[in-house]
């Protein structure tokens, strides 16, 4: 157990605080699968909490994006969602609480006074303080509007970051905050801390943008005498030429990668990997993500997308995948593929019999389905070109003999098949690539496929042997 994590009379309640854009951005993904890993790890919980105080973008089709994609994900969270717009009420109650202990105050410039001590402060090199906070409230002008301020302490503010490591920013370099907005309603950083406290989370990991905020909300812990929870901000994910990832670089949502085709447990072990390390090991199930998680494994460098990598990792999960979940899972990305057979049946079938050897030779569903579409291409094939090359009169010729013998095969079997194959090129005296070539053409249309018995047994006897048939004379 490494020293960032409490003891276990303390669980671990971690959270993922996505404010709902419209989509589950991949870096997002990224910092709720290390906050899921985490509780996961020491037996806690994980928690989401949707930052929607934003009125014009939080929209229930943005915040269900969010929940889609981590369902998707698998990132399944305890009790229900929490709105943060609902619990204003008690973010307000804080801020009272704060002004009560000194620790806030009301302050009344008008914003033209605010930019005006804010242009001062910055030509004397440090953050603004409003006079009010040393003012008499006596003074205050009637029926002026006020906002609530944090008394920013005059300390400077250390943070141990679990990545970071020791964090310091001088007292100047924050301002007196505003909690409360002249309309009443609660800020950010005040409502962070508030519903942070009140859902008991102990471990905050998200991205080093918030590292400020962190320095901010920690004054605000010590002010309220709340202890703080661990921090953990983790350098956001660059794209493969090192900037900043953005849509430049392409796919930036879950739900984009999960349109491409890779499964949720390999983007999540992608993810995983990209800026967590534990020694040179690559592929994780869940179970040994879940064993292995730690906070000191974060590495404080920037994770750059490496979709070489992600194809890889992506691959390998397939690889290992049920049979019957991906002959399902590939069927939407087997829409754009032409003059395919309509019988959803008989897809599934001879997706299920080859998907054995099929889900070795594909990094995507998208791959797989490329891969699968020989077996699902209505017959007859009108070969042309370079794939009609291998039939050449002779070639047909041979075909129509191949075809009788197979006609009379006993058992429809990979063996039985393979011993034919090798017994009639011995009785052509010619080598097997004679028949082969054909064969292949005849059978998928000239696509790359696996071992030429094999795929006869995933068409079945009389697909096959109708392929086989279509091509025996030239008119076909
Ligand atoms: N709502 C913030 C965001 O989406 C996250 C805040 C936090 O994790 O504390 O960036």
Same mark, same amino acid.
């Given at each position: 157990m490494n020293s960032h994590v409490q003891n276990t009379d303390n669980p671990i309640r971690t959270r993922f605080a996505p404010s709902p854009t419209g989509f589950l951005h991949i870096g997002g993904a990224r910092t709720a699968l290390f906050n899921w890993l985490l509780a996961k790890r020491h037996g806690g919980q994980f928690f989401l909490r949707i930052e929607d105080t934003d009125r014009a973008r939080s929209t229930q089709a943005a915040v269900d994006a969010i929940l889609d994609g981590l369902s998707w994900l698998g990132l399944d969270w305890d009790g229900d969602a929490i709105s943060q717009f609902d619990r204003a009420d008690r973010h307000v109650e804080v801020a009272h609480e704060l002004l009560a202990k000194g620790q806030a105050f009301k302050c009344y410039c008008s914003p033209d006074e605010v930019q005006e001590l804010r242009d001062q402060a910055f030509a004397e090199g440090r953050a603004l303080r409003s006079p009010?906070?040393?003012?008499? +409230?006596?003074d205050a002008p009637a029926d002026t509007p006020f906002t609530v301020r944090f008394r920013a302490p005059d300390s400077d503010v250390t943070l141990k970051d679990a990545v970071q490591g020791e964090v310091r920013w001088a007292a100047? %370099?924050?301002?007196?905050?505003?909690?409360?907005? &002249?309309?009443g309603t609660p800020t950010y950083n005040l409502a962070v801390v508030v519903d942070d406290h009140d859902m008991g989370i102990t471990h905050i990991v998200r991205g080093d943008d918030h590292l400020v905020n962190g320095g901010r909300q920690s004054q605000i812990y010590d002010a309220l005498g709340w202890e703080r929870p661990v921090f953990a901000h983790i350098p956001l994910i660059h794209g493969d030429d090192g $900037? $900043?990832? &953005?849509k430049r670089h392409g796919a930036l949502g879950a739900e984009d990668y999960r349109a491409m085709g890779y499964l949720p447990e390999g983007l999540r072990n992608y993810l995983l990997r990209l800026g967590w &390390?534990?020694?040179?090991?690559e592929i994780f199930t869940d179970a040994e993500a879940i064993a292995a998680f730690d906070l000191s494994g974060l590495n404080k460098a920037p994770a750059r997308m490496d979709m070489g990598k992600l194809n890889h990792i992506n691959g390998h999960h397939l690889a290992q995948a049920d049979d019957t979940r991906l002959a399902e899972l590939v069927v939407p990305f087997l829409? =754009?593929? %032409?003059?395919?057979?309509?019988?959803a049946e008989i897809t599934q079938q001879r997706l299920l019999a080859a998907m054995p050897v099929l889900k070795t030779r594909a990094a995507t569903l998208a791959e797989l389905a490329q891969q699968s579409y020989f077996l699902l291409k209505n017959r007859p094939f009108h070969l042309e070109g370079k794939a009609a090359k291998p039939l050449n009169d002779e070639a047909r010729q041979r075909l129509y003999r191949l075809f009788t013998r197979l006609a009379d095969l006993n058992g429809w079997t990979e063996k039985a098949l393979t011993e034919e194959l090798k017994n009639f090129a011995e009785a052509e005296e010619i080598g097997f690539g004679k028949v082969g070539q054909p064969l292949r053409a005849a059978l998928t =249309? =000239?696509? +790359?496929?696996?071992?030429l018995a094999q795929v006869m047994t995933f068409l079945g006897r009389e697909e096959a042997l109708d392929r086989i048939k279509d091509q025996m004379s030239a008119d076909a």
């Open positions: 009010w906070r040393d003012r008499d +409230p006596a100047k %370099e924050f301002d007196d905050l505003i909690l409360l907005r &002249s309309d $900037k $900043k990832l &953005s &390390s534990h020694g040179d090991q829409d =754009g593929l %032409e003059n395919r057979i309509a019988d =249309g =000239g696509a +790359p496929a696996p071992d």
